[in-house]
């Protein structure tokens, strides 16, 4: 007989993230089977005969969501022999599928999970103009201990990588190699769109009419297009300075590619046009120097203004740039920056989430979502106060001793 898996949280402080009803004092949250049964206030809930967990009066949020890592693709000091994120050998590579690289035996996963960042949007590199496809994934497994990180993926593809300006020119540059201009990338992003464009129309034909139209022949690189260009998934631009982020949204308004901006560092410039022209910002990471010229513009003011201003916006870490697990850190320097408390809790939860169109599973304290919990006395912007508990597929992963069982 199988065993049905349970857990009744009470007391808390539930941080829903919904917009209905942001947050539900002195609440509880019933899990079953991974997921979110129930929930309300402690008044109203109802006699159910399991075993309680009572975090006195705790907050309780979501399980953060990291919209842009490479966790998993660059191993530790170490060279080629464990790094795997970026194949410069071609700079357009839309069929690559980024799940084929990643390592989940790095500490990473773990540590990311501790500190509650239980999703993780793992991206390839940014020296290529077409990189490969982005897969959503949790920090753990399910399904117990097991390493395969099949068994962790909520998503894929979830998006379709492309990168302008620095990356892609200086690594070509260095190969002698197109492209080295901003033109260039451009260029050929457009030529494999046109072909992604006519490859689409001929499978839709055929599709629609096999008997009377020729169905294309095999192309791996379109084959790999075919979602983005059907409007399934969202173009994810690496994009810093506002040149190179317009020449995103002019691209993706020639071809009806639903863009979302990466990095945006000057993108609290243009918010206007952002709010406007795209699905999403990813920006960050903040906590790094101005280490290249396309970050010279960079602010810890950034994100708060574009929020501000009506952008969607969400919180990165690129990780490894940034350690995946200080994530909840980058949105307290957001927040020291100017960008609203309640505001940056939602841009590593349910902003995220929806930018990436996982929303369905997480982001949110909601019925039917995955139960994905982290539980606080304080405040996830307090680098001195890490989670009491963290609750990943409705089973405690880490606690401390604040926690009282009782029926």
Same mark, same amino acid.
């Given at each position: 007989?199988?065993? #049905? &898996?349970?857990?009744?949280?009470? %007391?808390?402080?539930?941080?829903?993230?919904?917009? =209905?009803?942001?947050?539900?004092?002195?609440?509880?949250?019933?899990?079953?089977?991974?997921?979110?049964?129930?929930?309300?206030?402690?008044?109203?809930?109802?006699?159910?005969?399991? /075993?309680?967990?009572?975090?006195?009066?705790?907050?309780?949020?979501?399980?953060?969501?990291?919209?842009?890592?490479?966790?998993? /693709?660059?191993?530790?000091?170490?060279?080629?022999?464990?790094?795997?994120? %970026?194949?410069?050998?071609?700079?357009?590579?839309?069929?690559?599928?980024?799940?084929?690289?990643?390592?989940?035996?790095? =500490?990473?996963?773990?540590?990311? /999970?501790?500190?509650?960042?239980?999703?993780?949007?793992?991206?390839?590199?940014?020296?290529?103009?077409?990189?490969?496809?982005?897969?959503?994934?949790?920090?753990?497994?399910?399904?117990?201990?097991?390493?395969?990180?099949?068994?962790?993926?909520?998503?894929?593809?979830?998006?379709?990588?492309?990168?302008?300006?620095?990356?892609?020119?200086?690594?070509? %540059?260095?190969?002698?190699?197109?492209?080295?201009?901003?033109?260039?990338?451009?260029?050929?992003?457009?030529?494999?769109?046109?072909?992604?464009?006519?490859?689409?129309?001929?499978?839709?034909?055929?599709?629609?009419?096999?008997?009377?139209?020729?169905?294309?022949?095999?192309?791996?690189?379109?084959?790999?297009?075919?979602?983005?260009?059907?409007?399934?998934?969202?173009?994810?631009?690496?994009?810093?300075?506002?040149?190179?982020?317009?020449?995103?949204?002019?691209? =993706?308004?020639?071809?009806?590619?639903?863009?979302?901006?990466?990095?945006?560092?000057?993108?609290?410039?243009?918010?206007?046009?952002?709010?406007?022209?795209?699905?999403?910002?990813?920006?960050?990471?903040?906590?790094?120097?101005?280490?290249?010229?396309?970050?010279?513009? &960079?602010? +810890?003011?950034?994100?708060?203004?574009?929020?501000?201003?009506?952008?969607?916006?969400?919180?990165?870490?690129?990780?490894?740039? #940034?350690?995946?697990?200080?994530?909840?850190?980058?949105? +307290?320097?957001?927040?020291?920056?100017?960008?609203?408390?309640?505001?940056?809790?939602?841009?590593?939860?349910?902003?995220?989430?929806?930018?990436?169109?996982?929303?369905?599973?997480?982001?949110?304290?909601?019925?039917?979502?995955?139960?994905?919990?982290?539980?606080?006395?304080?405040?996830?912007?307090? #680098?001195?106060?890490?989670?009491?508990?963290?609750?990943?597929?409705?089973?405690?992963?880490? &606690?401390?001793?604040?926690?009282?069982?009782?029926?």
């Amino acid at each position: 007989m199988k065993m #049905i &898996q349970q857990l009744m949280i009470t %007391n808390v402080r539930i941080h829903t993230m919904n917009d =209905a009803d942001s947050v539900i004092e002195n609440g509880y949250i019933y899990v079953r089977e991974g997921k979110i049964a129930d929930l309300g206030k402690m008044t109203a809930m109802p006699k159910y005969n399991i /075993l309680r967990r009572d975090f006195g009066g705790a907050d309780i949020c979501p399980g953060f969501v990291d919209a842009h890592t490479h966790l998993g /693709l660059f191993g530790d000091a170490v060279g080629m022999e464990d790094t795997d994120g %970026n194949e410069d050998s071609d700079p357009i590579t839309p069929q690559l599928n980024v799940l084929d690289a990643v390592n989940t035996g790095t =500490a990473y996963f773990q540590e990311a /999970l501790a500190a509650g960042v239980t999703t993780a949007v793992i991206s390839p590199g940014s020296t290529n103009p077409i990189a490969g496809q982005i897969a959503a994934v949790k920090t753990y497994c399910a399904k117990g201990q097991t390493r395969r990180i099949d068994d962790r993926v909520i998503a894929t593809p979830a998006a379709m990588k492309f990168a302008l300006g620095e990356n892609p020119k200086s690594t070509y %540059n260095d190969k002698d190699q197109m492209p080295v201009t901003r033109m260039a990338i451009a260029a050929m992003i457009r030529e494999m769109l046109e072909k992604a464009k006519r490859y689409e129309q001929q499978k839709s034909r055929y599709e629609a009419d096999p008997d009377n139209e020729d169905e294309p022949e095999y192309d791996q690189k379109c084959e790999a297009m075919l979602p983005l260009m059907r409007r399934q998934i969202a173009a994810h631009f690496h994009a810093h300075t506002v040149d190179d982020i317009c020449t995103a949204l002019r691209i =993706a308004k020639e071809y009806q590619l639903r863009a979302v901006i990466v990095h945006a560092t000057e993108g609290h410039e243009i918010s206007e046009i952002l709010r406007d022209e795209c699905e999403g910002v990813l920006s960050g990471p903040i906590l790094t120097d101005r280490s290249k010229p396309e970050l010279k513009g &960079q602010t +810890a003011a950034s994100a708060g203004q574009m929020a501000a201003a009506g952008v969607k916006t969400a919180l990165i870490t690129d990780h490894p740039e #940034i350690p995946l697990n200080y994530l909840p850190l980058c949105a +307290a320097l957001a927040v020291r920056g100017g960008m609203d408390k309640e505001e940056a809790l939602r841009a590593i939860t349910i902003t995220p989430a929806r930018i990436c169109g996982i929303d369905d599973r997480v982001g949110s304290v909601e019925k039917g979502k995955d139960a994905d919990l982290v539980v606080y006395k304080g405040t996830p912007f307090d #680098i001195t106060c890490p989670p009491i508990a963290v609750i990943a597929g409705g089973r405690i992963v880490s &606690q401390e001793s604040e926690a009282k069982d009782s029926r």
